[in-house]
């Protein structure tokens, strides 16, 4: 059965499976000599087979954590490579045959692209932000109590009244004839409150159609 998986390992078929995957693989003996790597793993590293087969992982590739795990006989995970613009992840298992550790596999896994998503969506979200940040800008309302200026007891009286609905979380319905203040209120009320952070929305009401007043 052992002859027949060596055998198979080294099978033309067998090559052509590993070179079929995604992931980079070398396989290296007991010895930590290089017996294979796929076109993945040249593509990913930039190691040919004529650079690394037949030569000890070791002297071929010092920073190589393979021979460790070879020599522990424990998988070793998630060890970050970057070649150039390309970064992967390595995983390091030994290969154990009847209790003995005939070998050692590493697979690479490419995760450029998911860093370059990672990239792209910080990118993103700093736009967002920065748009929300102008849209908070562009929609803040301008007024204090301090700039509605009275001192009859009609005024002081509408300036309680407004601070007092100001700390509550409730709907706010100004009324009134046009021109005496009402807009100068509502931005009052909104800096007083616990939103004024928020966006300070104006609307023109009296430019929205009855029936859809009514229906909102």
Same mark, same amino acid.
């Given at each position: 059965v052992e002859g027949f998986f060596k055998e198979f390992l080294l099978s033309e078929r067998f090559i052509d499976i590993l070179n079929a995957i995604h992931n980079g693989i070398m396989v290296v003996d007991k010895d930590n000599t290089v017996t294979f790597i796929n076109s993945a793993y040249t593509r990913l590293t930039g190691v040919t087979p004529e650079d690394v087969i037949g030569r000890n992982l070791c002297e071929a590739r010092p920073s190589a954590k393979l021979p460790q795990a070879v020599f522990s006989g424990k998988t070793m995970c998630g060890i970050h490579r970057k070649v150039g613009k390309v970064e992967y992840i390595v995983d390091c298992h030994p290969i154990i045959v009847r209790g003995i550790v005939s070998g050692g596999v590493s697979i690479l896994r490419?995760?450029?692209?998911?860093?370059?998503?990672?990239?792209?969506?910080?990118?993103?979200?700093?736009?967002?932000?920065?748009?929300?940040?102008?849209?908070?800008?562009?929609?803040?309302?301008?007024?204090?109590?301090?700039?509605?200026?009275?001192?009859?007891?009609?005024?002081?009286?509408?300036?309680?009244?407004?601070?007092?609905?100001?700390?509550? #979380?409730?709907? +706010?319905?100004?009324?009134? @004839? *046009?021109? !005496?203040?009402?807009? /100068?209120?509502?931005?009052?009320?909104?800096?007083?409150?616990?939103?004024?952070? #928020?966006?300070? +929305?104006?609307?023109?009401? @009296? *430019?929205? !159609?009855?029936?859809? /007043?009514?229906?909102?």
């Open positions: 490419d995760i450029t692209e998911i860093q370059n998503l990672v990239e792209r969506l910080r990118k993103y979200r700093t736009t967002v932000n920065t748009l929300t940040g102008r849209v908070k800008e562009g929609h803040k309302a301008k007024y204090t109590f301090a700039d509605i200026v009275g001192e009859s007891p009609l005024i002081l009286n509408a300036k309680k009244l407004a601070r007092k609905v100001a700390g509550s #979380d409730i709907n +706010v319905l100004i009324i009134g @004839a *046009s021109g !005496p203040g009402k807009e /100068l209120f509502a931005h009052a009320i909104h800096n007083e409150s616990q939103r004024q952070q #928020d966006a300070f +929305v104006v609307v023109n009401c @009296a *430019s929205i !159609p009855k029936n859809l /007043l009514e229906s909102e």
